[in-house]
């Protein structure tokens, strides 16, 4: 039999030299040490605070400002989301620089968790930050100060929770209007988006290749299962596979000999087809053999774990052969991996593979027979008695059923489509977090209104100095709100004494449209997940900053500035006039 191209991965790899080169000797990184005389090490690190809360706060509420990030490999990037400046922060100063990275970890983490409220809490645990110092210059005990911070956090938590409470649908539209500046056209497109896949459907966003942006929905399924490897990566940007085209293959056992697929990947490899391999699981050396046959370039593959376990995973890739239109490789039903062929692969438009999740992309030509099987399983749900049973059940009809919303950002030009597509993800993740654990009054009105609750809190606290720290919290809560207040042109101050002598807990200022009224009625809500975020995080940062007494940075040095050499002039030979334009004759013309 001729060799295949796919045969190389089975050879062994070549000799190394016996000894390796010697590495050079490490030169030693010195350090400063900066004690916490008289507050001196962390006043210079909450000058990186200070400066973070002021560069991102510019861009919190309906009327805030954006920002220009300079981008050394093509135009700026005019954004208005705080978690994006955010990353760009690094100052030369490394005690301030410290502190910035401090700081960070509060919006980052927010972000993670929540998708939204990376500003909030950023200048929120800048207001613990700034009243914390204030009180540590009078001597008092920074370690019962954090105690009293993080007690008054959790019990913040459980009153935050029954003020909570679930979203209605027309109120989707209005939480991605706020979470995206007040763009009601995003809120309108996210709610829509909603409303034809449901709220536990898949919703993604990519790049549109007109000036507009468009909702399109396209069959396919989403589950959480990521790639097994960083190294099946073909998108380093977003860190996700992406293949057009595919080929499935879908196995329910464990690939422990490599070999077993080579018949399989012998055809990917000569007809240039993408493959996604889905399998109860991959032995190490079969996903070795996969990522070094494509960091070579000669299968373009990405390896997953089958979704679920059990009986369950075996109705999951059954599913998946459905709509895909493939065949599930199962040796009780006669199949085996060695006897697999092409035709037995299943076939989707487009795969993406992120290390949490995959996302599987239909043309619909399986149409006819998803509905046949979903038909199937809603007259199994009608025979069923058993609730757990019927949960199972009406999920696969679910997964089968709804669609993938496909949201195509378009623009004028790069740089305000970067912009848009930011505003979009913002929404789209608060909206999320909104289904999935509520809402409260939005406008930082939430927090403004959980001051109030601290007189209550303390009496549970065990001395004055963790009381000391609950008032710390009590006077950072109010920040955000007169944060809001002064990017809308007002006095900070003012509006929150105002808002705090009305009873009523949902009455605020809205921004927007420069008024105080009740704000659930004018449509303005945060993601009750957001602000939890925010307190929990927001503390956790303060306490370890207000607990710092010792500094360790790097030492600070010159860098190295090499002669400018200086340039040579060119020696200028005059060459007739007929011989300008004669080919070389080196050259093949």
Same mark, same amino acid.
């Given at each position: 039999?001729?060799?295949?191209?796919?045969?190389?991965?089975?050879?062994?790899?070549?000799?190394?030299?016996?000894?390796?080169?010697?590495?050079?000797?490490?030169?030693? /990184?010195?350090?400063?040490?900066?004690?916490?005389?008289?507050?001196?090490?962390?006043?210079?690190?909450?000058?990186?605070?200070?400066?973070?809360?002021?560069?991102?706060?510019?861009?919190?509420?309906?009327?805030?400002?954006?920002?220009?990030?300079?981008?050394?490999?093509?135009?700026?990037?005019?954004?208005n989301d705080g978690e994006t400046v955010l990353k760009e922060i690094e100052l030369e100063d490394p005690m301030e620089n410290l502190?910035?990275?401090?700081?960070?970890?509060?919006?980052?983490?927010? $972000?993670?968790?929540?998708?939204?409220?990376?500003?909030?809490?950023?200048? +929120?645990?800048?207001?613990?930050?700034?009243?914390?110092?204030?009180?540590?210059?009078?001597? /008092?005990?920074?370690? *019962?100060?954090?105690?009293?911070?993080?007690?008054?956090?959790?019990?913040?938590? @459980?009153?935050?929770?029954?003020? @909570?409470?679930?979203?209605?649908?027309?109120?989707?539209?209005?939480?991605?209007?706020?979470?995206?500046?007040?763009?009601?056209?995003?809120?309108?497109?996210?709610?829509?988006?909603?409303?034809?896949?449901?709220?536990?459907?898949?919703?993604?966003?990519?790049?549109?290749? %007109?000036?507009?942006?468009?909702?399109?929905?396209?069959?396919?399924?989403?589950?959480?299962?990521?790639?097994? %490897?960083?190294?099946?990566?073909?998108?380093?940007?977003?860190?996700?596979?992406?293949?057009?085209?595919?080929?499935?293959?879908?196995?329910?056992?464990?690939?422990?000999? =490599?070999?077993?697929?080579?018949? /399989?990947?012998?055809?990917?490899?000569?007809?240039?087809?993408?493959? +996604? /391999?889905?399998?109860?699981?991959?032995?190490?050396?079969?996903?070795?053999?996969?990522?070094?046959?494509?960091?070579?370039?000669?299968?373009?593959?990405?390896?997953?774990?089958?979704?679920?376990?059990?009986?369950?995973?075996?109705?999951?890739?059954?599913?998946?052969?459905?709509?895909?239109?493939?065949?599930?490789?199962?040796?009780?039903?006669?199949?085996?991996?060695?006897?697999?062929?092409?035709?037995?692969?299943?076939?989707? @438009?487009?795969?993406?593979?992120?290390?949490?999740?995959?996302?599987?992309?239909?043309?619909?030509?399986?149409?006819?027979?998803?509905?046949?099987?979903?038909?199937? +399983?809603?007259?199994?749900?009608? $025979?069923?008695?058993?609730?757990?049973?019927?949960?199972?059940?009406?999920?696969?009809?679910?997964?089968?059923?709804?669609?993938?919303?496909?949201?195509?950002?378009?623009? *004028?030009?790069?740089? &305000?489509?970067?912009?848009?597509?930011?505003?979009?993800?913002?929404?789209?993740?608060?909206?999320?977090?909104?289904?999935? &654990?509520?809402?409260?009054?939005?406008?930082?009105?939430?927090?403004?209104?959980?001051?109030?609750?601290?007189?209550?809190?303390?009496?549970?606290?065990?001395?004055?100095? *963790?009381?000391?720290?609950?008032?710390?919290?009590?006077?950072?809560?109010?920040?955000?709100?007169?944060?809001?207040? *002064?990017?809308?042109?007002?006095?900070? %101050?003012?509006?929150?004494?105002?808002?705090?002598?009305?009873?009523?807990?949902?009455?605020?200022?809205?921004?927007?449209?420069?008024?105080?009224?009740?704000?659930?009625?004018?449509?303005?809500?945060? =993601?009750?997940?957001?602000?939890?975020?925010?307190?929990?995080?927001?503390?956790?940062?303060?306490?370890?900053?207000?607990?710092?007494?010792?500094?360790?940075?790097?030492?600070?040095?010159?860098?190295?500035?090499?002669?400018?050499?200086?340039?040579?002039?060119?020696?200028?030979?005059?060459?007739?006039?007929?011989?300008?334009?004669?080919?070389?004759?080196? +050259?093949?013309?």
């Open positions: 039999m001729a060799s295949s191209p796919f045969s190389s991965a089975l050879s062994s790899p070549p000799n190394l030299p016996p000894f390796p080169p010697k590495k050079p000797t490490p030169k030693p /990184i010195y350090k400063d040490i900066h004690f916490n005389h008289d507050l001196s090490a962390i006043k210079k690190l909450q000058v990186g605070v200070d400066l973070v809360a002021r560069l991102v706060g510019v861009t919190l509420g309906p009327k805030g400002r954006n920002v220009v990030l300079h981008n050394p490999f093509g135009p700026p990037k005019i954004v502190g910035v990275k401090l700081v960070r970890q509060a919006g980052a983490k927010t $972000n993670d968790m929540a998708g939204d409220g990376c500003t909030t809490s950023i200048i +929120l645990a800048q207001g613990l930050i700034s009243e914390g110092i204030k009180v540590l210059a009078a001597g /008092i005990n920074p370690v *019962q100060i954090a105690r009293g911070i993080d007690k008054t956090a959790q019990a913040l938590i @459980s009153e935050l929770n029954l003020m @909570s409470r679930e979203i209605e649908d027309h109120e989707i539209a209005s939480v991605a209007t706020i979470s995206a500046g007040n763009d009601e056209k995003i809120g309108n497109l996210i709610s829509d988006a909603f409303n034809k896949v449901g709220k536990t459907g898949f919703i993604r966003i990519e790049n549109g290749k %007109s000036a507009e942006i468009n909702l399109e929905i396209v069959k396919g399924m989403q589950f959480d299962r990521g790639f097994l %490897s960083p190294h099946f990566i073909t998108d380093q940007t977003n860190m996700q596979v992406e293949y057009s085209n595919c080929k499935i293959l879908l196995v329910d056992k464990k690939i422990g000999n =490599p070999k077993e697929m080579f018949e /399989i990947l012998d055809s990917a490899v000569k007809e240039k087809f993408p493959i +996604l /391999i889905i399998a109860e699981d991959l032995e190490p050396v079969a996903v070795a053999l996969l990522i070094r046959n494509k960091i070579k370039g000669i299968i373009k593959s990405v390896a997953i774990k089958a979704p679920a376990f059990g009986a369950r995973k075996s109705d999951y890739l059954d599913d998946l052969a459905i709509l895909t239109g493939g065949k599930v490789v199962r040796e009780e039903a006669g199949l085996s991996l060695e006897k697999a062929r092409k035709k037995d692969l299943g076939f989707a @438009s487009k795969v993406i593979v992120t290390k949490d999740s995959t996302l599987i992309v239909t043309d619909g030509i399986t149409r006819n027979a998803v509905n046949a099987r979903v038909s199937s +399983l809603k007259s199994l749900v009608e $025979n069923t008695k058993e609730k757990f049973q019927k949960k199972i059940l009406n999920e696969r009809i679910a997964r089968l059923s709804d669609g993938i919303a496909i949201i195509h950002v378009g623009a *004028q030009t790069v740089v &305000e489509q970067k912009d848009r597509k930011l505003r979009i993800e913002d929404a789209l993740n608060a909206t999320k977090a909104a289904i999935e &654990e509520g809402v409260v009054v939005g406008g930082g009105c939430s927090l403004l209104r959980l001051s109030l609750k601290i007189d209550k809190i303390k009496e549970s606290l065990d001395n004055e100095e *963790q009381k000391i720290g609950a008032d710390i919290f009590k006077r950072a809560l109010s920040y955000p709100m007169k944060l809001i207040a *002064q990017n809308a042109g007002k006095n900070g %101050s003012f509006v929150v004494d105002k808002v705090l002598a009305n009873g009523d807990i949902n009455y605020g200022y809205n921004a927007a449209k420069n008024r105080y009224e009740d704000l659930i009625s004018a449509g303005i809500l945060d =993601p009750t997940k957001v602000v939890r975020c925010c307190i929990i995080h927001a503390s956790a940062v303060a306490k370890t900053f207000l607990t710092s007494d010792v500094v360790v940075v790097e030492e600070k040095t010159e860098p190295v500035r090499l002669p400018r050499l200086p340039i040579p002039t060119p020696k200028i030979t005059k060459t007739p006039l007929n011989n300008m334009f004669m080919p070389s004759r080196g +050259l093949k013309w």
